[in-house]
């Protein structure tokens, strides 16, 4: 008899110490680790995203390191695939995006692959991005979005549109 009372008096301990210990864990059960990726020595991003439920509505971006030399290509709505804007871009155009990438912190999407399924006609993303050493990043969604998407998306955007401002005018 006595043996069982300090077994469950040692059980009873225990249990409290393990109640106690999962409350004073700061860590919430909902709250992701990020593996933070320097975004640096790029040789590929790419971004898109649709901007209606029509034809030629996706808008991409992207950029590639080829032979030596970074190619941006953009692709706005409506316009078709083959229409869109292509031009060699410099070492310091590449930076900036790396920069924006950096400050919108891309690297907390990584593995975010989300959807709705009740919805059947709504938006979508993907997002890409590869260092030269192979580490990357790959995020999307089906009306489901990451913390801080509209505000990247608008950056990408408008970094974009600087780096083909010349070839929107004439489009224009």
Known sequence: MKKEKIIL????????????????????????????????????F??????????????????????????????PDGIEDEEKYVKEITKEDVLRLEEILTNCEIYKWNGFHESDPDVLDGHDFSIYYRREDKVSISASGYERYPEGYRDTREKIEEYFKDIFKDEIKKQD
């Open 9 to 44: 008096y040692i059980g009873g301990i225990l249990m409290c110490l393990s109640l106690f210990s999962g409350c004073f864990n700061k860590k919430q059960k909902n709250e992701k680790e990020y593996v933070k990726i320097d975004i640096e020595n790029t040789i590929e």
């Open 46 to 75: 790419s971004f898109n995203n649709l901007a209606g439920n029509y034809a030629n509505g996706r808008i991409i971006y992207e950029i590639k390191l080829e032979e030596s030399k970074y190619i941006a290509s953009y692709k």
